[in-house]
């Protein structure tokens, strides 16, 4: 029997667990890729089964957590209880400069805190006193936006009127965010109302907003960093590598940016994405109204840092391909190193992952950079076009799970016995149990960068850390019992 047989044998014996309908409704999310196949197979993007566990994020956890919450000199103002607010605060570690509460924001938390008044009589006149409030003690802020949470939605709350009247009389910007957590079926949809903001609420008045550096002039290398959130610090690498090949990187949106780099993404000559889900709403709306192209990269590894640099450079005249060039083999030496280091002790290991926005596809080649295997992919809240471009990374016989449960990842692992697991949280201390080597791959693990030539050499460490740790040795999994 072949590999691609046996595997998708064994989804059909994890699915025997479910009772029918839910078998029925789970297989169309489960599968294996095949050779030459145009995409993985599964559906994607519709609702997670109830009473199966999930670890998918709501849409005010896409906009607030995701798009919003990084641009870090504007307030960004949880609007309903506390809890959801308190969640989110500061959980993905997104890296900034700046003086935090004085000009920078990011790791601060400000909500609304509703009470059970405030769902009985409405909280729009608590929202006008807290937007007074952030004005007064925070006059650096460069603006404010208000994220709703599902009781803003379910009593009718009138944000955006709120927040046009504030901002007609302050003269700042308040962006009203509808991103009640029960919306769409994921963290998904609160991206694209996130995106949906920017175009309506803040490109119409981006120049009355923009405040032009002294002495900037539009020129033809002029790029954006559309989607990269700067956890652990990958945005830095990633912009000193675009520098290096004679681009100026005008705006970071979100990671490490700030308001004014939001207004001045009209003025570039391309925006480059990394996070293609949470992201290409924006880019594809600036495409239209700008004339603005864009391109997705991936800068995971070496392979495919060359590769997305030449891919860049392509888009520019013969200065910047040859400087791409340069900076590739200025690396290599170092990259040789790095993988002739780590490689022994990494070759044939495999690996499962899961998780969100682009990981699951782009990671895939810094671990093969390093010969070791995925063996199973998928993601959170991914939909049809993220699936497409994940069959150009995976190979034959990988597993691909959409929205996968906890049960679902658990016995897929029992069975495929990796020798890493790749996700979230959430999962984290669930394989630590089974001593499987886990690394949390939503923020790195407290560990990062991961983007870039400097983030592949601390990539390399962190994997060779997790799996050849002896501590593992002390653990008995459940299937050696």
Same mark, same amino acid.
């Given at each position: 029997?072949?590999?691609?047989?046996?595997?998708?044998?064994?989804?059909?014996?994890?699915?025997?667990?479910?009772?029918?309908?839910?078998?029925?409704?789970?297989?169309?999310?489960?599968?294996?890729?095949?050779?030459?196949?145009?995409?993985?197979?599964?559906?994607?993007?519709?609702?997670?089964?109830?009473?199966?566990?999930?670890?998918?994020?709501?849409?005010?956890?896409?906009?607030?957590?995701?798009?919003?919450?990084?641009? /870090?000199?504007?307030?960004?103002?949880?609007?309903?209880?506390?809890?959801?607010?308190?969640?989110?605060?500061?959980?993905?570690?997104?890296?900034?400069?700046?003086?935090?509460?004085?000009?920078? %924001?990011?790791?601060?938390? %400000?909500?609304?805190?509703?009470?059970?008044?405030?769902?009985?009589?409405?909280?729009?006149?608590?929202?006008?006193?807290?937007?007074?409030?952030?004005?007064?003690?925070?006059?650096?802020?460069?603006?404010?936006?208000?994220?709703?949470?599902?009781?803003?939605?379910?009593?009718?709350?009138?944000?955006?009127?709120?927040?046009?009247?504030?901002?007609?009389?302050?003269?700042?910007?308040?962006?009203?965010?509808?991103?009640?957590?029960?919306?769409?079926?994921?963290?998904?949809?609160?991206?694209?109302?996130?995106?949906?903001?920017?175009?309506?609420?803040?490109?119409?008045?981006?120049?009355?907003?923009?405040?032009?550096?002294?002495?900037?002039?539009?020129?033809?290398?002029?790029?954006?960093?559309?989607?990269?959130?700067?956890?652990?610090?990958?945005?830095?690498?990633?912009?000193?590598?675009?520098?290096?090949?004679?681009?100026?990187?005008?705006?970071?949106?979100?990671?490490?940016?700030?308001?004014?780099?939001?207004?001045?993404?009209?003025?570039?000559?391309?925006?480059?994405?990394?996070?293609?889900?949470?992201?290409?709403?924006?880019?594809?709306?600036?495409?239209?109204?700008?004339?603005?192209?864009?391109?997705?990269?991936?800068?995971?590894?070496?392979?495919?840092?060359?590769?997305?640099?030449?891919?860049?450079?392509?888009?520019?005249?013969?200065?910047?391909?040859?400087?791409?060039?340069?900076?590739?083999?200025?690396?290599?030496?170092?990259?040789?190193?790095?993988?002739? /280091?780590?490689?022994?002790?990494?070759?044939?290991?495999?690996?499962?992952?899961?998780?969100?926005?682009?990981?699951?596809?782009?990671?895939?080649?810094?671990?093969?950079?390093?010969?070791?295997?995925?063996?199973?992919?998928?993601?959170?809240?991914?939909?049809?076009?993220?699936?497409?471009?994940?069959?150009?990374?995976?190979?034959?016989?990988?597993?691909?799970?959409?929205?996968?449960?906890?049960?679902?990842?658990?016995?897929?692992?029992?069975?495929?016995?990796?020798?890493?697991?790749?996700?979230?949280? /959430?999962?984290?201390?669930?394989?630590? /149990?089974?001593?499987?080597? %886990?690394?949390?791959?939503?923020?790195?693990?407290?560990?990062?960068?991961?983007?870039?030539?400097?983030?592949?050499?601390? %990539?390399?460490?962190?994997?060779?850390?997790?799996?050849?740790?002896?501590?593992?040795?002390?653990?008995?999994?459940?299937?050696?019992?």
């Amino acid at each position: 029997m072949s590999t691609v047989e046996e595997r998708k044998a064994l989804v059909q014996e994890v699915l025997e667990a479910y009772p029918a309908k839910a078998k029925k409704s789970r297989s169309k999310h489960l599968n294996v890729t095949e050779e030459n196949a145009s995409d993985c197979g599964v559906k994607s993007n519709k609702k997670s089964v109830p009473g199966v566990m999930t670890t998918r994020g709501c849409a005010y956890a896409g906009a607030k957590g995701v798009v919003w919450g990084p641009v /870090k000199d504007m307030i960004h103002l949880s609007h309903g209880p506390v809890g959801c607010g308190y969640y989110s605060w500061s959980g993905r570690r997104n890296y900034y400069v700046g003086t935090t509460g004085v000009d920078t %924001f990011g790791t601060m938390q %400000f909500t609304s805190d509703f009470q059970e008044r405030d769902i009985v009589f409405g909280g729009d006149k608590k929202l006008t006193k807290l937007l007074k409030e952030v004005d007064e003690l925070f006059p650096l802020s460069q603006g404010t936006t208000i994220e709703s949470e599902c009781p803003v939605g379910l009593i009718g709350d009138d944000i955006e009127a709120v927040a046009k009247k504030h901002a007609k009389e302050t003269n700042k910007p308040v962006v009203p965010v509808r991103c009640e957590g029960f919306r769409g079926v994921s963290q998904s949809l609160g991206h694209h109302i996130a995106n949906d903001t920017v175009r309506d609420w803040v490109l119409p008045k981006a120049d009355e907003y923009r405040k032009l550096p002294e002495g900037f002039e539009p020129g033809p290398y002029d790029v954006n960093i559309i989607g990269d959130y700067n956890i652990g610090g990958d945005a830095w690498p990633s912009r000193r590598l675009l520098e290096a090949i004679g681009l100026r990187v005008i705006c970071q949106f979100s990671g490490d940016g700030t308001f004014n780099e939001v207004v001045m993404t009209p003025l570039a000559k391309m925006n480059l994405i990394h996070c293609y889900r949470s992201m290409n709403y924006i880019c594809r709306f600036m495409e239209e109204k700008y004339e603005i192209p864009w391109l997705e990269y991936n800068f995971f590894g070496p392979s495919q840092i060359a590769k997305s640099l030449r891919k860049i450079a392509a888009q520019f005249d013969e200065t910047i391909q040859a400087k791409a060039e340069q900076v590739i083999a200025e690396h290599q030496e170092r990259m040789d190193q790095i993988v002739e /280091k780590y490689r022994s002790r990494l070759e044939g290991k495999e690996v499962m992952m899961m998780v969100g926005g682009l990981r699951p596809r782009h990671v895939i080649p810094a671990f093969e950079d390093l010969g070791m295997k995925v063996i199973g992919t998928g993601y959170e809240f991914g939909h049809g076009d993220d699936y497409k471009r994940t069959a150009d990374y995976v190979g034959e016989g990988t597993v691909i799970y959409d929205d996968v449960s906890g049960f679902e990842f658990e016995e897929l692992a029992k069975q495929m016995k990796p020798d890493l697991i790749a996700a979230g949280i /959430k999962e984290k201390y669930v394989f630590q /149990k089974m001593a499987l080597p %886990f690394r949390q791959m939503h923020s790195w693990d407290y560990s990062g960068p991961y983007h870039g030539y400097e983030g592949f050499e601390v %990539f390399a460490r962190d994997m060779d850390m997790a799996i050849n740790n002896p501590t593992w040795g002390l653990v008995q999994a459940p299937w050696q019992d």
